[in-house]
């Protein structure tokens, strides 16, 4: 057999995991802008939850900030180079991220106690906390395989918080989606998030038939 195609199925790895990371870049940047920026703006849309935003500032503060840290160190941890070269680096990184996700999970239930949304955020704070714990006890067991597994599906949790506001500039999404819906919607992303994952992780047993 030739070395190329030995080399092919890591060389198309790469190249996917590289479109997929810069996908997931350009989204976040999208909802970055449409979603965070124009908070800042008189964006009459928003202008509700902009008075909303500035009330629950006490939590919301820690919360943005726990998910915002989750969300770059996923990258960096998934990196194979970077594990291999900076295993220590790999380690606390992962310390902060898993303490960015009980931060991030427990302000956000604080932040919608009492309000119609409070079943899909304990929900996906649930999910989130479940998977990360799961990714901690693997790796703590040194079973690495079923620990990146792990951090595959908290990480699909933690893009939630991005991929569910990518609809938030359409006005009818906006201003026509009611509280109890929108709830449904974060519970819909979450399970879509894990499901997708869950394919990815097992696509080759999928399209491959053992002879």
């Known amino acids: 057999m030739a070395t190329s195609d030995l080399l092919a199925p890591s060389s198309r790895r790469f190249r996917f995991k590289t479109v997929l990371w810069i996908f997931l870049g350009l989204t976040a940047l999208f909802v970055f802008i449409t979603s965070e920026v124009l908070l800042f703006t008189d964006y009459s849309m928003y202008h ?5 935003v500035i009330a629950d500032r006490g939590l919301l503060i820690p919360h943005t900030l726990a998910g915002i840290f989750a969300l770059l160190i996923g990258p960096i941890n998934f990196s194979s180079r970077i594990r291999l070269r900076y295993m220590k680096l790999h380690r606390v990184l992962g310390r902060i991220y898993f303490i960015s996700v009980f931060v991030g999970a427990a302000t956000g239930v604080a932040l919608a106690a009492g309000r119609p949304g409070f079943p899909g955020t304990s929900m996906q704070a649930a999910a989130w906390i479940v998977c990360t714990t ?5 790796a703590r067991n040194r079973h690495i395989t079923q620990h990146r597994q792990w951090m595959a599906r908290s990480y699909a949790v933690t ?53």
């Open 134 to 138: 799961a990714a901690l006890i693997t």
């Open 48 to 52: 509700a939850y902009r008075l909303q």
């Open 159 to 211: 893009f939630t918080f991005v991929s569910s506001r990518v609809l938030n500039l359409w006005p009818r999404y906006w201003s026509h989606l009611g509280d109890t819906l929108a709830a449904v919607g974060v519970i819909a992303f979450t399970l879509a998030s894990l499901l997708i994952v869950d394919l990815g992780l097992n696509w080759r047993e999928l399209t491959t038939h053992r002879d």
